[in-house]
């Protein structure tokens, strides 16, 4: 319709009503255009709004556990130090308690991540996304932090660990589990994470079975080496969490505390 009147005026030489119609054109194309890119605008923003959301829920669960992994690995660094000094004879220590000490200074808390947001913002290059920078900074921290690997790391080649496996018996260990092990603690509950390891209990195994599970453990050249390997990781473990990475965590105290 426009480009007919267009020609119709051309013919006519009707220069003035060409230059409307041409106007016309930019006009709509323009007003077009414009529209176009506010409405792209405004999904990218409530994408944004919606990604944002999401990745402040999964870094209030790595703040979580964040704080859950250097509770944990405190509780194991107490009772790995109290069986590494009865084992030494620096300090008296029932069997009972060697037991369950040595038992729990064998293990690690890896939780799961919650970092799918991250990820896939990460990998479709649409982390600028993200316009909080402390939420963004701290995502990276958090996600790239290396701790977490060597925690891993240290776990699946934790030679003190095998090594009470196979000294104690199976049933032992089983006790152990059942009696003395880690109590569960639901995601976002601060509270039940202190001393989730480390907490009074009794094994109900028989006093025989626990003095002659003491004595070996007692006499094995191995065990002292390796406890002492195990709490210098743990000990390093902690100091990274604690010490190394305190731009992680002040950003996840921010995050934790934002209304």
Known sequence: MLLRRITEHVKAQNWFAVFLDFLIVVVGVFIGIQVSNWNDARAVDRKSVVVSERLTSDL????WNYQYTIEYYKDVQSSGYRALNALTGKADLSDEALLINAYRATQYLVNARRRLTFDELSSTGEIELIRDENLRQ?????Y???VFGQIIRERDNQQYRSLFRMLVSLDVQDALLEKCGDREVVSGDFENI???LDYSCETGIAPERVSETARILRSDASMVPLLRL???DVKSSIANLTIYNMEAIDGLLMIENAD
């Open 60 to 63: 209030r669960h790595e703040a």
């Open 138 to 142: 701290t995502a990276h921290w958090i």
């Open 144 to 146: 790239n932090a290396p």
């Open 194 to 196: 202190v001393d989730s």
């Open 230 to 232: 195990r709490m210098a």
